[in-house]
């Protein structure tokens, strides 16, 4: 990518020399949109399309517990987004905002969170409604919304 891709009023800077540290991707989500244009702006967990997260058969142990929950945090790395535009002009506006203002997947490190209503498990599948990202999207994490027994309506996330 060059700052010929950068929209007006948008900046990019140097990235750094070197990484800090690693990350594994735990597996990869399927969506059915394969164009970034295509997909939700947000993930909509009611309403939205069933979506399947392909979990790392090695990690399968870690899914213990998942049954039975309702709404989890998924976080899953923006592959396709460059990581050096600092301000950003998201609807082609006479102005630019920070990137940290910005839930935009262009960020030095471009990670994603959508809270997802999980509709069913199959093997290490997740069936879940409230994702926003492309097909083959790779997998950052899983959490719960709430750690121990869930009774939302009890609860404030
Ligand atoms: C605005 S972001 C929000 C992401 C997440 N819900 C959040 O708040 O952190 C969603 C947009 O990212 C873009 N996108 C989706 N998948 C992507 C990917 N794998 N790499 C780069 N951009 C992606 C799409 O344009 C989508 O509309």
Redesign the pocket.
Known sequence: MTDSDLRPFERAVSAPDSADADLWFIGRIRTP?TD??A?????DAQDGPLCEIVLDPRWSEAMLGLEGKTRLQILYW????RRDVVRQNPDFGNRAIGTFAL???LRPN?I???TVTLERIEGTSLFVRGL???DQ?PLVDIKPIFCFDEQPEKRIA
């Open positions: 949109w970034r244009r997909c939700p702006r947000k993930g923006m592959h396709l987004a839930r935009s997947p471009p994603a969170s959508s926003d990202c492309i999207t």
